[in-house]
């Protein structure tokens, strides 16, 4: 890790990565598991991510391996806004893995399998004195201080972040499992008493500013089961704030002495939920504290954000994929009634869309395929245009080059696409005589065979009537439900009649919202009026102000009207880019696009990429 100019962190994480399987089936063993989703998993990574989520800038510093599971944990933390220049790729060491279930609400089981794992390879010359010194909390996984290499590292680290007066906090993080004390198969196992783990953790203690265990581990870490004791143990080699994690009981911080019972510390009660799966509870309540324990919030305080972000994650499927953005944490503090429900909340589940788009909105300079045949020579051409795109996104710096397909897309082209750079958005194959329920469960059933980054495009007419049919929103609806379970983004275009069709777009959007949908991209046709621009910026701003944004579908027999419309749309501050209806030769569709894609990074003002 070489040292580099930087703003500076509000916490550099050194910990575990690894990838969950978490089995769909629930409430059976893992042996009835038919299908599973996969999720960035590990503590580290979860406190990571979910700092991140949480609007901290984070760092993570570990090993993964070379490997596609490796490149899946680097992107989720990319996408979480997690800096990733000190996330070592092992050459020799696979990225460990492990399958979870859910055998009742709360109770969970897992394999892990870790053999050489890569973050115990981590070594003290791979310590990046910069990163840690410019941040204000290092915190770090108490498992890497089960081998010498990454002990080393780990102390090397806290040694430069006592030096620049950086604060230090550890996560125990104990699993037996990770020290050698039993097998893969016994990974859910989560207390083994042992002494030669205490050897190694308790002198640790002084290094500290922050401990945070469970029960469990603070008896590790103190050498007792005897909790008071623990807690004296700890208490004796160090002055670190002690905060000890009570699940649906919320938690206890001591500040000072420990007091005669554990009750007598500082107790902060958790709200009351319902609990889907109470993994990845007490790194969403590390994340949640250190939310406020970076603002030098009062300890209660840190304290509140830690059980509102570990509650909200008992509510949901996975880890740190179920993590909460900081909107989610001031609604549900907000409530005075609580939310028990959390994953039948629309709200919250509103805000949870939201803050899984990742960072910031990219523009979409795309073309549409969809509107060209795709059988036989069409493929072919389809093809050559896709190339087209490509290669002008490469030789003009165009980021966000995309194009949209039809469900009839041959697989082969789908896949080549794919594993290019270009943004895809695919229609869905449907029956148009079914019913929007029946429509909806297709929808579902497609998208399980779906790569994550398709986003599904909807495309919906309003040219015989002013307003969608009832049965386009319910469909709308249905789709948009689907994508929630999958995590496919949904960009809705709107078709709308070629006269007098301006004046219902913004009330079109409306009934979207209010029903409950919210894509994360809108594709509408070229409105020539900037009165119906600021009338859908209006709508968007009102009812999903993080929206990825509005793109204008532009046919190439009106590219003379392309740079007003682009103007006008990118001064409403929700343009989302463009998509291109081709026509023509393949060499003039990609001058076409050429030309529209200089005309809006100059309607956007940039002088660079789009």
């Not at 090397?156 to 550890?170: D, F, Q, S, Y």
Request: some cysteine; proline content about 5%.
């Amino acid at each position: 890790m070489s040292g580099t100019d930087r703003a500076g962190f509000d916490v550099v994480c050194i910990g575990r990565a690894l990838v969950d399987f978490y089995a769909e089936q629930i409430d059976g063993p893992l042996e009835e598991m038919v299908s599973a989703v996969a999720f960035a998993g590990g503590s580290g990574t979860n406190i990571a991510i979910g700092a991140a989520k949480l609007g901290l800038k984070v760092a993570m510093m570990t090993r993964v391996g070379n490997d596609h599971l490796g490149r899946f944990i680097r992107a989720t933390f990319e996408a979480a806004g997690v800096d990733v220049r000190h996330v070592i790729t092992d050459p020799d060491r696979p990225t460990p893995h492990t399958v979870l279930g859910v055998l009742n609400p709360g109770t969970f089981v897992l394999d892990l399998f870790a053999r050489d794992r890569p973050e115990l390879a981590l070594r003290p010359e791979e310590v990046d004195e910069a990163a840690i010194s410019s941040a204000k909390v290092l915190v770090v996984n108490g498992a890497l201080f089960a081998a010498p290499d990454s002990e080393a590292m780990l102390r090397k680290a806290l040694a430069v972040a006592r030096e620049a007066g950086v604060r230090t906090a550890l996560d125990v993080d104990y699993r037996p499992v990770l020290w050698g004390l039993m097998g893969h198969g016994q990974a859910n196992r989560m207390f083994v008493a042992s002494e030669s783990v205490t050897e190694r953790l308790l002198p640790t203690v002084p290094l500290f500013d922050l401990i945070v265990g469970t029960e469990e581990e603070i008896h590790i870490t103190g050498g007792t089961t005897d909790t008071v004791a623990a807690l004296r143990e700890i208490r004796a080699r160090g002055t670190a704030t002690i905060v000890l994690k009570r699940g649906a009981r919320g938690c206890v911080a001591f500040d000072g002495a420990i007091p005669e019972r554990p009750e007598d510390g500082l107790v902060v009660p958790s709200a009351r939920v319902e609990i889907y799966n109470n993994m990845g509870a007490g790194d969403a309540f590390m994340a949640g504290f250190l939310k406020g324990w970076v603002e030098d919030a009062l300890l209660e305080i840190c304290c509140r954000y830690g059980n509102a972000c570990g509650a909200i994650v008992v509510s949901r499927h996975g880890c740190s994929d179920a993590s909460p953005s900081w909107a989610e944490v001031e609604d549900f503090l907000g409530r005075p009634g609580g939310v028990f429900r959390v994953s039948r909340d629309s709200r919250l589940t509103h805000l949870h869309r939201q803050g899984n788009r990742g960072q910031g909105r990219a523009d979409v300079c795309g073309v549409a395929l969809d509107r060209l045949p795709a059988g036989g020579d069409g493929e072919s051409r389809l093809r050559r245009i896709a190339e087209g795109v490509l290669e002008a996104a490469k030789a003009e710096g165009i980021k966000g080059a995309g194009l949209t397909l039809g469900a009839s897309c041959g697989r082969r082209l789908l896949a080549d696409l794919t594993a290019s750079d270009l943004w895809l958005a695919r229609g869905l194959a449907m029956a148009g005589d079914a019913s929007p329920f029946v429509r909806g469960v297709e929808t579902t059933i497609q998208l399980r065979g779906w790569p994550r980054r398709h986003v599904v495009y909807l495309e919906l007419s309003a040219v015989e009537r002013p307003s969608l049919a009832e049965e386009q929103l319910e469909l709308a609806e249905g789709v948009y439900r689907a994508c929630g379970a999958t995590t496919n983004e949904l960009m809705v275009g709107i078709t709308l009649p070629e006269e007098g069709g301006e004046q219902p777009a913004a009330q079109i959007l409306a009934d979207f919202y209010k029903n409950g949908v919210c894509p994360d991209r809108w594709c509408l046709p070229a409105l020539g009026s900037r009165p119906a621009w600021d009338e859908i910026a209006g709508c968007v701003r009102r009812y999903d102000p993080d929206c990825r944004g509005v793109l204008v579908r532009l046919p190439s027999s009106s590219l003379e009207r392309a740079e007003e419309i682009f103007a006008m749309l990118a001064e409403t501050g929700v343009g989302g880019g463009f998509i291109l209806e081709p026509g023509g030769s393949v060499d003039g569709i990609v001058a076409d696009y050429r030309r529209l894609a200089a005309l809006w990074r100059a309607a956007r003002g940039c002088t660079g990429s789009a």
